[in-house]
């Protein structure tokens, strides 16, 4: 099809008129077109670099460490095939060393390794609550804290 077809339609018997097929490619061209425009558009409009400001840290490592290990005594889990009595995280993690890192924007990530396995909390910094931070998917049998 010819876009002169299109904008000048043929005159007499042979005159095309609005059928699906036209009406269908018609709205193809004129989407691509928008695409096109927006595209342009966006990134003109969306080309500076935005920058987060930095949270300086009100807690240390101990105290956010601590919280965790507090939040630790209020969790139970039921082991790694979920068959075992019902067990206190603490317990589990009791000889594990916790880690600490400060992550710039108002939280903490405390983490600790059991069976072949590193867990992660998030600490808010201004007012130290702790929840779990499973992004870390692993193959290996888990425990719930």
């Given amino acids: 099809m010819n876009i002169l077809d299109i904008l000048a339609p043929r005159v007499g018997r042979n005159r095309r008129q609005m059928k ?12 691509v077109a928008a695409f096109i425009v927006f595209a342009g ?3 003109f ?9 930095e949270i300086p840290a009100t807690r240390t490592e101990a105290e956010v460490i601590g919280e965790a290990k507090a939040y ?15 067990t206190k995280c603490a317990e589990t993690f009791e000889d594990a060393v916790f880690k600490a890192d400060y992550l710039k924007y108002g939280s903490w990530r405390v983490n600790a390794f059991y069976t072949k396995v590193r ?14 931070d499973d992004w870390l998917k692993s193959d290996n049998p ?3 804290c």
Wanted: proline share 4%; glycine share 6%.
């Fill in 20 to 31: 699906k097929g036209l009406l269908a490619k018609t709205g193809f061209y004129v989407s």
């Fill in 72 to 86: 630790l005594e209020t969790v139970t889990h039921f082991g790694l095939e979920l068959k075992d009595p019902e």
């Fill in 45 to 53: 409009l969306f080309d500076k670099d935005r920058t987060v400001p």
């Fill in 142 to 144: 888990t425990i719930t």
């Fill in 119 to 132: 867990y992660y909390w998030r600490v808010d910094d201004a007012s130290l609550v702790v929840t779990r």
């Fill in 41 to 43: 558009v966006s990134y």
